[in-house]
């Protein structure tokens, strides 16, 4: 089978990345609890969480309903249909990615757990690692020097 058809990922990692870092998070706190609360003025960290949750949440259905419009695959270990330049990925090459992180982050102001912070830039290094760079060569194959122009354009995060 060459390149071309070469699906980017076996199994969709990076869901389970971020579900494991939020486990992590709240047993880190839990059980070894060596960081201290993340929370000064509670009403400023609940606003600025509550924003964050929405702006993950808006930015990942965002996403979702653009790759549902352009006709091509929403899940990452299936192969991309077309290369997706329009909505919020004008802006980014993994806003679906970047909602799971910002969500991550906003989960440690609204809770006061700062293990959230190093869970939210662990699971993105490891999408980073795990995910991304796969799923890139895989566009790469697909769409060669587009995806190429593409990515001099757009930042991979933000």
Do not use: S
Not at 19 to 41: C, E, K, N, S, T
Not at 94 to 119: R, V
Not at 120 to 145: D, K
């Amino acid at each position: 089978m060459n390149a071309y058809r070469l699906k980017p990922l076996r199994y969709p990692w990076p869901p389970v990345v971020y579900v494991l870092a939020i486990a992590m998070a709240f047993f880190a706190d839990r059980y070894v609890g060596i960081l201290p609360p993340a929370r000064g003025d509670g009403y400023f960290f609940i606003a600025i969480g509550g924003l964050l949750v929405a702006v993950a949440i808006a930015l990942d259905i965002w996403a979702v309903k653009t790759l549902l419009d352009c006709h091509t695959a929403v899940l990452p270990n299936r192969c991309a249909q077309r290369l997706v330049t329009t909505g919020p990925f004008r802006f980014t090459r993994n806003p679906i990615y970047l909602g799971y992180t910002l969500l991550t982050l906003a989960f440690g102001l609204l809770t006061g757990n700062a293990w959230f912070f190093i869970a939210g830039l662990t699971a993105a290094a490891l999408t980073t690692m795990v995910a991304i760079r796969c799923e890139e060569m895989h566009l790469l194959a697909r769409f060669g020097a587009d995806f190429e122009h593409y990515c001099q354009h757009t930042r991979r995060w933000i």
